[in-house]
């Protein structure tokens, strides 16, 4: 199970931290990625991180603004978002992924007004 926070209302400029905690004793086992879906508009990848941290991936609209990181020992990966624009807008989903095995959060809500 997947549950993602730190959602909310910011402005343009501002940064915000998500966090999604897993629950589970495999968590350090899967590769972790956030995924956001603005209104209207079909999910995407945002970012990707390895299950040992050591790669990350990043689409290029938010690549050098955020930040994916993971804490195995607390079961939990972050997506720190910098330099928040109106286009960021959308529900952030996290994603654990491991070879066929595929798991989604709930979502979290990133509203930035310009």
């Known amino acids: 199970q997947l549950q993602a926070s730190g959602g909310g209302l910011v402005q343009a400029g501002d940064s915000l931290r998500l966090s999604c905690a897993a629950s589970?004793?495999?968590?350090?086992?899967?590769?972790m990625g956030w995924f956001r879906q603005a209104p209207g508009k079909e999910r995407e990848f945002a970012a990707g991180?390895?299950?040992?941290?050591?790669?990350?991936y990043y689409s290029d609209s938010v690549k050098g603004r955020f930040t994916i990181s993971r804490d195995n020992a607390k079961n939990t990966v972050y997506l720190q978002m910098n330099v928040l624009e109106p286009e960021d807008t959308a529900v952030y989903y996290c994603?654990?992924?491991?070879?066929?095995?595929?798991?989604w959060g709930q979502g979290t809500l990133v509203t930035v007004s310009s």
């Open positions: 991180i390895r299950w040992n941290g050591g790669s990350t």
């Open positions: 589970g004793r495999t968590f350090s086992t899967y590769n």
């Open positions: 994603n654990a992924r491991q070879g066929r095995l595929e798991y």
